[in-house]
């Protein structure tokens, strides 16, 4: 998809701000993710007003946790005022995904709108009819020209969707459904021309690929993804949150942006940020992905394979790590670690070694060289000694023949056996 030229959209054209899945509060192995959420948050400000955006949209996993901290709703609340004083018209909208909870989220809606911040936690009812006008909000451009319509719709929790003999991903197909409906009901009401309209989403689409060790599957029923299809074609653009990899599904318009910082291992190699939304009268949609600076480093050690003890201190005198550096900046580091023999007291020398150097461990994998396959024995198993099968399973299993404690130990059990 091209990209959108210069820092302002043209004349006739509304831009997003697309971000999700900030996670707020979250800790990786315990160390604090602050420094990094500053610094992200920071650059999306930045990035948001250089690029004078008309709107952002969180699309969920604004918090990583259902009771998030007072730091953690802190730097939410900060984020929202620096947001507003950097883009004065902007429309700014937050949806509830699987890890917010979706009642504390609503709860400041008072003070939400005083900023005109919009806030939706669960699917709005009224009657046991969808409620759009609860949903609903326009999106104006910098002279006050509506551009399009934002459906801004959550997580959708069990008590949001509606009774369907179909299964859990029909009843999200239901639900979308009745919502776009309504929305366009209810638009249709003020509006000759309709604007394009665009449609928030936290769940998993079909096709999209996930971070292993990071991303719940969040429906039930034996179900954790819907097709692309649950998004009419009529909706210009579907600002997606829960997959943390920048990347579109589907279609060209239905996108996740991914999350704000690594949130595992496998995340590493990601380019986090945000996308920029171009959105013209005619619901033409361009799209460009702004990669975000990392605050601290992730580091995969070594990058493929494994190391030796004696490889460790080398690997990290190489990494040229700053020895003055507050500790919230030391970097993140996964080890793999490669053992001969058994591994006992491996932990203890690795943490001796870690010790001299300002990071910090979060992941350790200790691998083993692949023991060589057993040859395929020529005699029935009744024409083997015991002796002789204990050892080449004690081989295959830890790559190191038994010593005389382990088959006298052995020699012991086979007797009492």
């Known amino acids: 998809?091209?990209?959108?030229?210069?820092?302002?959209?043209?004349?006739?054209?509304?831009?997003?701000?697309?971000?999700?899945?900030?996670?707020?509060?979250?800790?990786?192995?315990?160390?604090?993710?602050?420094?990094?959420?500053?610094a992200a948050l920071a650059q999306l400000v930045v990035i948001a007003k250089e690029r004078a955006v008309d709107a952002i949209i969180v699309a969920g996993d604004v918090f990583d946790s259902l009771n998030p901290s007072a730091d953690a709703q802190r730097l939410l609340y900060d984020t929202l005022r620096d947001l507003r004083a950097a883009c004065r018209h902007a429309r700014i909208a937050l949806v509830a995904g699987n890890h917010d909870p979706a009642a504390r989220l609503e709860a400041p809606r008072a003070l939400f709108e005083m900023a005109d911040v919009v806030s939706i936690g669960a699917f709005a009812r009224r009657d046991g009819v969808?409620?759009?006008?609860?949903h609903l909000s326009q999106i104006r451009d910098a002279r006050g020209r509506v551009g399009a319509h934002l459906l801004a719709l959550p997580y959708p929790r069990a008590a949001d969707l509606p009774v369907a003999g179909e299964g859990v991903v029909g009843a999200v197909r239901e639900a979308y459904r009745e919502a776009v409906d309504s929305a366009r009901r209810e638009i249709g009401r003020g509006e000759t021309g309709m604007a394009p309209?665009?449609?928030?989403?936290?769940?998993?689409?079909?096709?999209?690929?996930?971070?292993?060790?990071?991303?719940?599957?969040?429906?039930?029923?034996?179900?954790?993804?819907?097709?692309?299809?649950?998004?009419?074609?009529?909706i210009a653009y579907v600002a997606l949150g829960h997959l943390h990899r920048p990347q579109s599904v589907g279609r060209d318009t239905i996108r996740y942006c991914g999350s704000l910082i690594p949130m595992s291992k496998t995340e590493i190699d990601y380019a986090h940020g945000v996308s920029i939304v171009d959105i013209d009268d005619s619901g033409a949609v361009t799209v460009e992905?702004?990669?975000?600076?990392?605050?601290?480093?992730?580091?995969?050690?070594?990058?493929?394979?494994?190391?030796?003890?004696?490889?460790l201190e080398p690997a990290f005198q190489a990494l040229d790590l700053?020895?003055?550096?507050?500790?919230?900046?030391?970097?993140?580091?996964?080890?793999?670690?490669?053992?001969?023999?058994?591994?006992?007291?491996?932990?203890?020398?690795?943490?001796?070694?870690?010790?001299?150097?300002?990071?910090?461990?979060?992941?350790?994998?200790?691998?083993?060289?692949?023991?060589?396959?057993?040859?395929?024995?020529?005699?029935?198993l009744a024409e083997r000694k015991p002796a002789d099968l204990f050892r080449e399973a004690f081989e295959q299993t830890h790559g190191v023949a038994p010593t005389d404690g382990h088959f006298d130990c052995f020699e012991r059990l086979l007797r009492e056996a």
Request: glycine share 8%.
């Open 322 to 380: 700053d020895e003055s550096a507050p500790m919230e900046n030391w970097p993140f580091v996964h080890l793999a670690i490669r053992v001969e023999g058994p591994a006992v007291g491996v932990k203890a020398e690795v943490d001796a070694i870690c010790e001299k150097f300002p990071l910090r461990v979060v992941s350790m994998a200790v691998e083993r060289p692949q023991a060589p396959a057993l040859a395929a024995a020529p005699l029935r």
């Open 130 to 134: 969808f409620d759009a006008r609860s």
């Open 1 to 38: 998809m091209p990209a959108p030229g210069g820092l302002a959209p043209t004349v006739g054209v509304i831009r997003l701000l697309h971000t999700a899945d900030w996670h707020l509060g979250a800790t990786l192995q315990g160390w604090s993710r602050e420094t990094e959420h500053r």
């Open 289 to 311: 992905h702004a990669p975000f600076n990392r605050a601290v480093r992730h580091l995969r050690t070594p990058s493929k394979g494994a190391l030796s003890i004696a490889e």
């Open 197 to 234: 309209l665009v449609v928030t989403g936290h769940l998993h689409v079909a096709g999209g690929l996930e971070s292993e060790g990071a991303e719940r599957r969040i429906l039930v029923g034996g179900e954790h993804a819907v097709p692309p299809d649950v998004f009419s074609a009529d």
